[in-house]
């Protein structure tokens, strides 16, 4: 079956630094991933739709310049918070799917638990 | 603005009884929902799906129900097993097809007791 790499599993920085989140589609090619942010007993919110090839999409009250997203392949994402702060720590997830398949085929990476210090 | 509300944040039930997941929506446009199951430290893995035009799905021990005039769905899992324990995410769709943007409740912890 599909699956997604996501990578680190868990980082811990010092405010004011970049941290880059990596997405990988290991057995397909991905045109679309999708990005969340989860914080303790809440839901995952989308916070951008990354497309190969082209700028990703930001949801609504998500900052593109702290939140940078590459999709440079068709298997490889990234998710770069830039000058992170305390307020960023949160858990980070991807999602992908082969082109082609429905919603209930998408496949979520593990997780990034980010921690700013 | 939370379009999909999962309102119980934790549920608990003997194992081999039933355990009801409840979920609520406002969109009107979401079309097609989602039952996700998620452990610690893990991304949400796929459970069962029901499109708008069914009112029912079932798969196995799950079955998802839903009630559109209500804006209402949820999932019965029979008999509970201890290694359903985890947190549920209930998420709807304005489409099925790829790209569609999934909207997430806010989970429900569900603990099956032995």
């Known amino acids: 079956g599909a699956v997604v790499s996501q990578h680190p599993s868990w980082v811990i920085c010092k405010s004011g630094t970049s941290v880059k989140i990596e997405c990988r589609s290991l057995?397909?090619?991905?045109?679309?991933m999708f990005w969340y942010r989860q914080f303790p007993k809440q839901s995952l919110m989308l916070m951008a739709t990354s497309n190969e090839g082209s700028k990703a999409t930001y949801e609504q009250g998500v900052e593109k310049d702290k939140f940078l997203i590459n999709h440079a392949s068709l298997t490889l994402s990234t998710l770069t918070v830039t000058s992170a702060h305390p307020e960023d720590s949160s858990f980070y997830i991807c999602s992908a799917t082969p082109p082609g398949r429905r919603v209930d085929g998408y496949t979520f990476g593990s997780g990034t638990r980010l921690t700013i210090v | 603005d939370q379009q999909v509300k999962q309102n119980s944040p934790s549920l608990s039930v003997q194992e081999g009884r039933i355990s009801i997941l409840n979920c609520d929506y406002t969109?009107?446009?979401?079309?097609?929902f989602l039952w996700y199951k998620k452990y610690p430290a893990e991304g949400p893995t796929f459970l069962i799906s029901i499109s708008s035009i069914k009112d029912k799905n079932e798969d196995g021990r799950f079955t998802v129900f839903l009630n559109k005039s209500a804006k209402h769905l949820s999932l019965h899992i029979v008999p509970s097993q201890p290694g359903d324990s985890a947190v549920y995410f209930c998420a709807a769709s304005e489409g099925e097809t790829s790209g569609s943007r999934l909207t997430f409740g806010e989970g429900t912890q569900l603990t099956v007791n032995p």
């Open positions: 969109n009107s446009m979401f079309d097609y």
């Open positions: 057995d397909f090619q991905a045109t679309t």
